[in-house]
């Protein structure tokens, strides 16, 4: 864990196509961002829902891929060099004298003046098996995600689930573990070729043990896993090990923006439709995770919500400085903040 | 109009009358059926729209195709009657279709 602390001017939590955006509104505004996403790559549920499929209403793109629509927003923001803060949650937010400071689950601690929430659908959080009992095990015998490797040497691993993650862990962990086990529903593996070759070869040559199955259940003492119960069909084969590692992909949860003491509709943040700011001050949502009347969960509503966002963002950060309706065209300042010739 | 039935894990009942040319999962969202989530809005891309099809119509509701058998690794407890319900079309050969619904999405 590493203990961070960092002061910004302006922190926006989720970096979806919206998050991402709003840094190119406020950058025009000479307002720096530092931005926070769990996932660990950027682009929301355009990278991690869709990335191959077409995008048809952004407007003047008559059509762009989820993946290619979070390139060029990366591109499109990239003269204002945000500093991305990836693999991490926002876990807690409150008011430290006239700022706001805002810690996460990898041990960092924020102060910024302002905070703009752009959370989407939530945030993406590992799929947890209902597995009876899972929780008595969780974060000392059964991970959902890895940070510490160190601690799974010498260990009897089974690793669950035949998508990239399996897989990846498969071939990272297998030569310092004790012993690895692979267990999946189906011999097929849906991953990068390379890595299914790879780790068929393990399973053929014996270096790993598959299990053809699915877990049913867990058994040990004092959150300590001692055995797995796979099932297949009508048979039930125990595994003794002492670590768990499910893979199932990511599922959208609200997670602790809940807790943030931000009025509420339906677990969504309500918003002004002038300033997109929340019931406190200086803290604004955009894009899906915000809520008003006629709201659209579109992309291209929240790029809007970004433009006038950055308008009163700016006026905490620089009280004391007015604004100039300028365009990106015409205005040499903007072009100068671009890194284009006038 | 095509009559649907989803079974909670409780056994709650819930028959509905199906539009045609809809998705099964969009039957269950209009209707307020608890227990399908549908993060991805049926584009087979996250799993959480998981249902198991009575085995008397598992004929009729047909096999999953390649991308729907690898977006079912990330359901849980998959088995022969599982399917994603954003990919069952409601059509006439339906009528009267029955589905079970998972414990919870996860
Ligand atoms: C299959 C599909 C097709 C779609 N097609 C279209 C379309 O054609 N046109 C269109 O306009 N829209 C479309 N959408 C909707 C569009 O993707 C969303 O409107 C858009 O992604 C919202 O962007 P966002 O930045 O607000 O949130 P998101 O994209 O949801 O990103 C939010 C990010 O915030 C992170 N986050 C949340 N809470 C925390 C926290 N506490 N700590 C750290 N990180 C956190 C999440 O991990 C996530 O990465 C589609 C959606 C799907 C699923
Ligand atoms: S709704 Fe996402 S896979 Fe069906």
């Not at chain 1, 510490?148 to 669950?160: E, G, M, N, R, Y």
């Not at chain 1, 993650?165 to 070729?193: M, Q």
């Not at chain 1, 809940?258 to 894009?287: C, H, M, P, R, Y």
């Amino acid at each position: 864990m590493q203990a961070n602390r960092i002061e910004t001017d302006c922190l926006i939590i989720g970096a979806g196509p919206v998050g991402l955006f709003s840094v190119f509104e406020l950058g025009l505004l000479d307002i720096k961002c530092d931005i926070i996403d769990i996932l660990d790559k950027p682009g929301g549920q355009c990278a991690e829902l869709y990335p191959d499929k077409p995008i048809y209403d952004i407007p003047g793109v008559p059509e762009i891929t989820g993946e290619g629509l979070v390139s060029s927003l990366i591109k499109q923001i990239e003269p204002f060099n945000p500093v991305f803060h990836l693999s991490r949650i926002v876990t807690e937010l409150k008011k430290v004298d006239d700022r706001w400071e805002v810690k996460t689950d990898f041990g960092d601690t924020f102060s910024t003046k302002v905070i703009v929430i752009a959370a989407g659908g939530g945030s993406f959080q590992p799929k947890k098996p209902p597995i009876k009992d899972i929780e008595d095990y969780e974060d000392f015998s059964v991970f959902y995600s890895i940070r510490d490797k160190d601690k799974f040497k010498d260990k009897d691993i089974v690793i669950a689930g035949g998508g990239d993650s399996a897989l990846d862990w498969v071939l990272d962990l297998h030569t310092s573990a004790k012993s690895l086990t692979l267990v999946h529903r189906r011999k097929e593996f849906r991953a990068v070729p390379d890595t299914v070759n790879k780790v068929q070869e393990l399973i053929e040559s014996g270096t790993i043990n598959f299990e053809l199955g699915q877990i049913n259940q867990l058994s040990g003492e004092n959150n300590k896993l001692e055995c797995v119960s796979i099932k297949n069909g009508d048979q039930i084969k125990d595994i003794n090990c002492q670590i768990l590692l499910p893979f199932f992909g990511l599922t959208m949860k609200l997670g602790p923006v809940a807790d943030w003491g931000l009025n509420l509709n339906e677990n969504l943040i309500e918003v002004d439709t002038e300033k997109f700011e929340t019931n406190q001050n200086a803290i604004f949502a955009i894009g899906d995770i915000n809520t008003y009347p006629g709201k659209l969960k579109l992309i291209l509503c929240g790029f809007h919500e970004a433009a006038l966002m950055a308008q009163q963002a700016h006026s905490y950060i620089y009280p004391d400085k007015k604004i100039t309706f300028q365009y990106t065209t015409s205005s040499s300042s903007l072009k100068k903040k671009l890194g284009v010739k006038s | 109009m095509v009559k649907v039935t989803f079974i909670e894990f409780d056994k709650t009942e819930h028959s509905i009358d199906a539009e045609k040319d809809t998705s099964l999962m969009e039957v269950a969202i209009q209707n307020g059926v608890p227990g399908i989530d549908a993060d991805c809005g049926g584009a087979c891309a996250c799993a959480t729209c998981h249902v198991y099809v009575d085995q008397n119509w598992v004929d009729k509701t047909g096999k999953a195709e390649q991308m729907e058998q690898d977006m079912l690794d990330f359901a849980f407890d998959v088995t022969d009657q599982s399917r994603l319900s954003c990919q069952i079309k409601i059509t006439d050969d339906l009528d009267g279709l029955i589905v079970n619904l998972p414990e919870k999405q996860f």
